[in-house]
C-alpha cells in the first residue's frame, strides 16, 4: 500500500470543490485565446500592408530536418534531458510534450514538426512502461485497480478527438498564437497544481502526526499489559504468510527472498488490475480512430471525402463519452436516492449534467492542446484528475493509461505522414520506456518511504511549469525572427498544407 486510507480521505476534500473554479480558469483562457485571435486576424493585414508583397513571406515552407543518430554531446545530452523529463512527466501523468519540442528543435537540430513527431513516440513508450508498472501496483486504500476505468472511458473519446483537432488546427494557427495559449494554459494549471500539493502536504503532516500520537499511546498499553501479564506457554511465531500486521517493509523483504511466492502475489495484482471489458472498449475506440486517420492521411486536402472522415470523428467520441456518461449519472443518483454517498468511482464529485459537460470540455481542451503542441494531453488531464478529487497516486496512472492510446494514435498518423526517421524514433522510445518504469519505481518507493503522495503533485506541477517556460522562450524567440524577417504572422490556410 502506498499510503493510509485516512490520506486518500484527505486528498478527496481537499479537491473536491475545486473543479468550478478550475472551469472559470479554463474558459478564462480560451476566451482569451480566441480574443487574441480576433484582434490578429484584425490588426494583422494593417500590419502587413506597410510592406510590399515581395518582401513578406509566409511561414517557412516544411523543410526535414534530420540530424543522424551518432555519438556527440547533442545526443548526449537529448539523452539525459528526455529519460529525466519522461521520467518525471509520466509519474507525474503529463508526458512531457513541452520538454521534448524544445530540447529535438534546439539542441538535436529537428524542425518543429519532426520534433513534435518525435516528441509523441517518447510519451508513448515512456506510457507505456509506466502502464505497465503501475498495472503491477495495488491501489492504496482500496480493492480496487489502481487504474480508474470509468474514468479513461470517459475521458479517451474527448481527448482523442480533441487531438486530431489539434492536428489539423497546427496548420491553421500561427505559432505566436499557439505559444500564447500554451503559456497562459501551462502557467495557470501548474500554479493550480502547486497549490493543492501545498494543501496535500500539510494535511499529511497533521495525519501523520495525528498516527504518530496514537501508535505512541498504542505502544504503551501494549508495555503495561506485557508488564502485567505473563505467558504460561511460549506463543507460536506467526507465519510471514498470514500475519496482518508485518509491516511493509519487512513483508516486502521476505517476498524478494521467496522469488515464486513474490511472481503469484504480483500476478495475482496484475490480473486484478486488468479489467478487460473496459480495455476492449478503449481498443475499439482506438482502431476506429486509426482507420479514420489512415483514411484521413490517404485523402486530398478539403477534398469531399477529407471532410466526411473529419466529421466521422465526432459520433464516435460523443457516442462513446454519451455511453459511460450516462452511466455514471444514473449510477450515481442510484446511490444518491439510496442515501449512500459513496463516490461512483475515484472521483469525489456528483455526476450531475453540468459536471459531465465540464469534463467533456476539459477533454477536448486537453486533446487540442496536445494536437497543437505535440503533447499527450496529459497537461490538462493530469490537474483535472486532481480536481476532480482523485487521489495522485490513482490520478498518475488513469492519466498515463489515458495517454498512451492517445499518443499512439498520433504515432501512427505521423508515420503514415512520414513525420520523424524511425531510427532514431526507436532509439528515443527505448530511452523513454526504461526512463518511464525506473521513475514510477524511484518515485513510489519515495512516497512509501515518507507516506507523502503530494509528492506526486509537485513533480506534476513541475513539469508543467518547466514546460511552460522552455515553451515560452522558443515561442518569443520564433516569434522575434519572424518579425524581424517579415514574416506572414496571421492565419494559414487549411487546404494549403
Known sequence: MDAVPGLCSAYRIINGGGSRSFAVYLVAASSLAVAAAAAATFFLPSYTSGFSRQNITLSSPTVHAW???????????????????????????????????????????????????????????????????????????????????NLALLFQPMLMLGITIGVDLSVVFPYWLITVLIIILFIGTSSRSMFRGVQMWKQETLLKMEMGVAAQQSNQKQVDVDTKYEPLLPQPEKTTLVSAALPCSRYLLIL???????????????????????????????????????????????????????????????????????????????????????????????????????????????????GLLGSGGGFILGPLLLEIGVIPQVASATATFVMMFSSSLSVLEFYFLKRFPIPYAIYLIAVSVLAGFWGQFFVRKIVKILKRASIIVFILSSVIFASALTMGVVGTQKSISMIKHHEYMGFLSFCQK
Open 256 to 370: 524478494s527472498l521467496i522469488p515464486w511466492y513474490a511472481d503469484e502475489m504480483l500476478k495475482e495484482v496484475l490480473m486484478f488490475n486488468i479489467r478487460w471489458k473496459g480495455i476492449t472498449v478503449l481498443m475499439l475506440v482506438w482502431f476506429t480512430f486509426s482507420l479514420l486517420q489512415i483514411l484521413k492521411s490517404k485523402s486530398e486536402s478539403c477534398s469531399l471525402f477529407h471532410w466526411a472522415i473529419t466529421v466521422c470523428q465526432f459520433p464516435v467520441a460523443l457516442v462513446v463519452f454519451g455511453t459511460k456518461a450516462a452511466e455514471l449519472w444514473r449510477e450515481s443518483r442510484a446511490r444518491r436516492m439510496r442515501g449512500d454517498w459513496e463516490c461512483v468511482c475515484e472521483a469525489s464529485i456528483e455526476w450531475t449534467p453540468v459536471q459531465l459537460l465540464f469534463c467533456a470540455f476539459c477533454g477536448l481542451l486537453g486533446g487540442t492542446v496536445g
Open 67 to 149: 540530424p543522424d543518430l551518432e555519438v556527440s554531446w547533442r545526443s548526449a545530452l537529448a539523452t539525459v534531458i528526455g529519460f529525466l523529463g519522461s521520467a518525471f512527466g509520466t509519474v507525474g501523468g503529463v508526458g512531457g510534450g513541452g520538454i521534448f519540442v524544445p530540447m529535438l528543435n534546439l539542441i538535436v537540430g529537428f524542425d518543429t514538426k519532426s520534433a513534435a513527431a518525435l516528441s509523441k513516440c517518447m510519451i508513448m513508450g515512456a506510457s507505456a512502461s509506466s502502464v505497465w508498472y503501475n498495472l503491477r501496483v495495488a491501489h492504496p486504500s482500496k480493492e480496487v485497480p489502481i487504474i480508474d476505468y
